[in-house]
């Protein structure tokens, strides 16, 4: 049985999400994760030309297919969570950094695969304006038990 519920921080309703204590998060997230996304990036500019998003702002593949409610996802989420931070330069070119976001569902990596990492993209005309990056969930558990032994 799944004992807790999300944080009421998480938009959607079928985006599962994980807790550990703040010990094993950070060491998860700093000797786990961490690799895995600046290996993805590597050949794209590198990480930091990146922006991360909250993964508590993941929509799924069912809130964009709702065929009413597809303007409204490009106006409420596109814009609003993963565009907001676009700005112009004073020299007119536009200020944008494209966003990732970590997810262990796979559906939303299109089954597309680069340098042994599972992504999927959101994007605008042809460009990635958000990568899902798929984190298999089996995995993040074993290096837990790994590294807690």
């Known amino acids: 049985m799944i004992k807790h519920d999300s944080a ?4 959607s309703l079928f985006n599962p999400v994980v ?8 060491r998860v997230n700093e000797e786990f994760i961490y690799p895995i996304l600046e290996d993805f990036f590597k050949d794209k500019g590198g990480i930091n030309s990146y922006e991360e998003l909250d993964p508590d702002q993941i ?5 964009f297919s709702k065929k009413d409610t597809i303007e409204s996802y490009v106006q409420s989420y596109v814009y609003k969570e993963v565009m907001n931070t676009i700005s112009k330069n004073d020299d007119g070119t536009i200020n944008f950094k494209p966003r990732y976001v ?10 597309q695969e ?15 304006i958000l990568y899902f990056i798929y984190i298999d969930l089996q995995e993040v558990i074993r290096f837990i038990k790994k590294i807690n032994r």
């Open 8 to 11: 009421d921080t998480v938009i």
């Open 19 to 26: 807790s550990l204590s703040s010990q094993v998060r950070q």
């Open 59 to 63: 929509k799924t593949e069912i809130e």
């Open 102 to 111: 970590v997810s262990f569902d796979q559906d939303l990596t299109n089954f």
């Open 114 to 128: 680069e340098w042994g990492i599972k992504y999927g993209e959101l994007r605008l005309g042809d460009a990635a």
